[in-house]
């Protein structure tokens, strides 16, 4: 494994008195393709809430580029190269597709963009999404695999050098599916490391060099595809005793 | 500040506008219609800075016209301390009301809709119930203001603060337009389609928001500095009319929030028939008139006349 981009050191969540999170323990290297699952409620979203930053872990810490960004607020982070894309999508409503991928360029990505070249940039990632034709369009008025395909394009605006994509697919079709997946391939192999949360096994399967499961908020297994598939605490976790 | 052909007519707008109104001191002589175009220009105002925090970043609230009562006490205050002259007062103002909107934003945003609205509704009456038992200023008996006999260049005292309002009201304009049009504003316009996703696209949305308080504050103040000297009697009532409150925020929702001319036409319109009505038919039938557009807006054109333009020049193109 190349040097880790992203380590997250013995973090910890409570709600109350529910842990979400107990001790997480996790690496990912530069460019690695991680695919995190685990049952409903096992504390995936949390995790990646407390890596984006949305979150605040209570304990342990997260370090981005050998930097500490526990305490760092979500736009902070977004603005060293974290970049995510939620379960339901959020678009700017108000805005046309073009004018969304402008919020990150201007913003999390500013430092790393000529002012200049902001609708370019923008133009390039709707050309690798698969959204050009809709660049003008009002967003509100997306389809649901193209307001997927527009919170993924928004999440690469920022210029990443982490997308942690979160049930970018759900709902999806099987060839919706493909497109996504084709998305976040080319988008890795440019050099952007990605955290996929998924349900559909087919794509974290496709997808993924490296798996980590979540069981009630602690990480019970983490190793490749074919040997977590064969572990009999995954199958314990997902199909009971 | 120039870049565009829409810049060019904008400023010469604003140049022609201010113009005339001058103009109209050299010929007009009746003291009404100053008083009647000062309430309008007063309405608006009040409407373009209500829409920098209601509008343009979607924090819908009933506190913004307490700053405007704020404005006029501190211009009180202010002259009856230091008997300072009016562009002073006007600075004053916006000092301590742009301050009191930072201070304000930092302990009520982070409430976000209904709970904001009522918590800055809340805060107009601490307010107004501190105004009250300020003796200095008055306190619930009001206080009246001496406004100078002759004043110079104009015929009338009243003439003089039409034109300060005039140019102060372009000012505010100009000033929410390039807000409308900066990177600020369409990061506040990212806050106000969803703070979430804008915070993760790199927007330090308590930061804009913060601005955003500040602006509004400050701008509310400068619309309530010359106030008093317009009705030359100031009691707590009458500054935290909630009436006025009400217009601040009718205005912008019937004219469109996200854009920065929606104010404007609302202000204009409302304020307009507001003027006419209360000479020609009853000056409590005005308060209906806007009850009743507001409803008819927000059912049929939530968008307010700016939304209904862009659908209709929309569906012309195509």
């Not at chain 1, 939620?86 to 004018?99: D, H, N, Y």
């Not at chain 1, 008025?141 to 395909?149: A, P, S």
């Not at chain 1, 190793?223 to 598939?229: A, K, L, S, V």
């Amino acid at each position: 494994m190349s040097a880790p981009i992203l380590q997250v050191r013995g973090v910890s969540k409570h709600f109350g008195g529910f842990t979400a999170l107990d001790d997480i323990e996790l690496e990912l290297g530069a460019s690695e393709r991680l695919g995190l699952i685990g049952p409903n409620g096992s504390g995936k979203t949390t995790l990646i809430n407390c890596i984006s930053g949305s979150l605040t872990n209570d304990s342990g810490s997260i370090v981005f580029k050998g930097e500490d960004i526990t305490r760092l607020a979500p736009h902070q982070r977004a603005a060293r190269g974290v970049a995510r894309s939620f379960q339901i999508p959020k678009p700017f409503r108000s805005m046309t597709v073009l004018e969304n991928l402008r919020i990150p360029l201007e913003y999390a990505a500013r430092r790393r963009t000529e002012r200049a070249r902001i609708d370019d940039d923008a133009m390039d990632v709707l050309e690798l999404i698969g959204l050009k034709d809709r660049a003008n369009d009002p967003s509100a008025g997306l389809t649901q695999v193209d307001m997927r395909k527009l919170e993924l394009a928004r999440a690469l605006a920022a210029k990443p050098k982490l997308l942690v994509s979160d049930e970018a697919m759900a709902g999806l079709s099987s060839s919706e599916v493909d497109e996504i997946l084709k998305i976040l391939l080319a988008l890795n192999a440019r050099g952007v490391a990605v955290i996929m949360i998924e349900h559909i096994m087919r794509a974290v399967m496709g997808f993924a060099q490296r798996l980590v499961v979540l069981d009630a908020g602690r990480k019970i297994a983490d190793g490749t595809p074919e040997d977590i598939i064969r572990s009999p605490d995954v199958e314990r976790a997902y199909l009971g005793e | 500040m120039f870049k565009t052909r829409a810049d060019k007519i904008f400023w010469f707008t604003l140049a022609a506008v201010f113009l005339v109104g001058l103009g109209f001191t050299e010929v007009l002589a009746n003291e009404y219609y100053y008083t009647a175009v000062y309430a309008i220009l007063q309405a608006t105002m009040m409407a373009v800075a209500w829409n920098i925090l209601g509008g343009f970043t979607g924090y819908v609230n009933f506190g913004s016209a307490g700053f405007f009562a704020i404005g006029a006490y501190t211009a009180v205050a202010l002259d009856k301390w230091l008997g300072l002259p009016l562009p002073l007062l006007i600075v004053g103002s916006a000092i301590i009301c742009g301050l009191m909107g930072l201070g304000v934003g930092y302990l009520t945003l982070r409430l976000k809709g209904v709970y904001f609205a009522i918590a800055t509704l809340a805060l107009a009456i601490v307010l107004e119930t501190l105004i009250t038992n300020w003796d200095f200023v008055g306190a619930a008996r009001g206080v009246y203001i001496l406004t100078p006999e002759k004043v110079p260049f104009f015929d009338s005292y009243i003439q003089l603060l039409f034109v300060v309002m005039l140019a102060l009201t372009l000012g505010s304009i100009a000033v929410s337009r390039q807000l409308n049009d900066s990177r600020i504003g369409r990061g506040l316009a990212a806050i106000r389609d969803d703070e979430v996703a804008a915070e993760c696209a790199g927007v330090p949305t308590l930061r804009l928001k913060l601005i955003s308080t500040t602006i509004m504050g400050a701008m509310m103040g400068v619309a309530g500095a010359p106030y008093p000297f317009f009705v030359t009697f100031v009691d707590p009532l009458s500054a935290f009319n909630l009436f006025v409150a009400v217009n601040a925020i009718a205005m912008p929702l019937i004219g469109g929030t996200a854009h920065w001319i929606g104010p404007v036409i609302g202000a204009l319109l409302i304020g307009g028939a507001q003027e006419a009505i209360t000479v020609t038919i009853s000056s409590e039938l005005n308060v209906l008139v806007v009850g009743i557009m507001l409803v008819l807006f927000i059912t049929l054109a939530p968008q307010g006349i700016v939304g209904l333009v862009q659908k209709w020049m929309k569906r012309r193109r195509g």
